[in-house]
């Protein structure tokens, strides 16, 4: 099996781990899938219990981070001269690319995963700090200003690549430019039905209740 394709493997398998699903079920006893907007990441998990709902941000997040990681660690490990570095980057950009595809279609839910924001937060944090940095100032303000976390999870993907190439935050390659445009677009795709309310005027604001675990 070649580099590439173990990497794009593995970063599904860890990313597809459903960590807002699980937590609610394990403390909760109730289907996270069945309340709310019927997503399993930490906007929707955090609705009926914020410690939770933290906790799915970290998790989910560092899902991301952790394949990028893993993935370049790997390949570092096995180079003995600088050609190795095109590999590191294409390496980091599969499994952040994949991560964030395994999040949004879990093979242990049937495909029906969540919107991918927090797992792409791991990936962006590895790949591109500084146009994270930027793109989280922007999603802060949006919400504050509006208390729509879906508009601001939506405005501040559109913006992440093109941040990074005006930063020039993205190490040279093409590869991993390319995977910021991806999962940028896929992040926008799987709120689709947000962008549908927002036209509308029906997407409910955010507020979190004040629950226990």
Same mark, same amino acid.
């Given at each position: ?68 990681? %893993?993935?370049? =660690?790997? !390949? @570092?490990?096995? +180079?003995?001269?600088?050609?190795? *570095? ?5 390496? $980091? #950009? ?40 930027? %793109?989280?100032? =922007?999603? !802060? @303000?949006?919400? +504050?200003?509006?208390?729509?976390? *879906? ?5 501040? $993907? #559109? ?40 036209? %509308? ?13």
């Amino acid at each position: 099996m070649s580099l590439y394709l173990a990497t794009a493997l593995i970063a599904y398998l860890l990313g597809s781990i459903p960590f807002g699903y699980i937590l609610v079920r394990v403390f909760r006893g109730q289907d996270v899938r069945e309340s709310g907007s019927g997503n399993i990441g930490a906007t929707n998990v955090a609705r009926s219990s914020p410690a939770l709902g933290a906790l799915t941000l970290f998790l989910d997040a560092s899902k991301g981070l952790l394949a990028i990681t %893993a993935g370049s =660690l790997v !390949v @570092a490990s096995a +180079a003995r001269d600088s050609s190795a *570095s095109p590999h590191i980057f294409r390496v $980091a #950009a599969i499994a952040g690319l994949f991560a964030v595809l395994g999040h949004m279609f879990p093979v242990w839910l049937k495909f029906r995963g969540g919107k991918g924001v927090a797992t792409s937060f791991g990936v962006f944090l590895a790949l591109a700090p500084k146009t994270l940095l930027l %793109a989280m100032a =922007l999603f !802060v @303000a949006l919400v +504050a200003a509006f208390r729509y976390v *879906s508009l601001g999870s939506i405005i501040a $993907a #559109a913006a992440l690549p093109l941040i990074a190439y005006a930063l020039r935050d993205y190490h040279s390659s093409l590869a991993i430019l390319a995977a910021m445009g991806i999962i940028s677009a896929l992040v926008i795709f799987k709120h689709r039905e947000n962008i549908g309310r927002l036209l %509308a005027g029906t997407e409910p604001r955010f507020a979190i209740k004040r629950t226990r675990v």
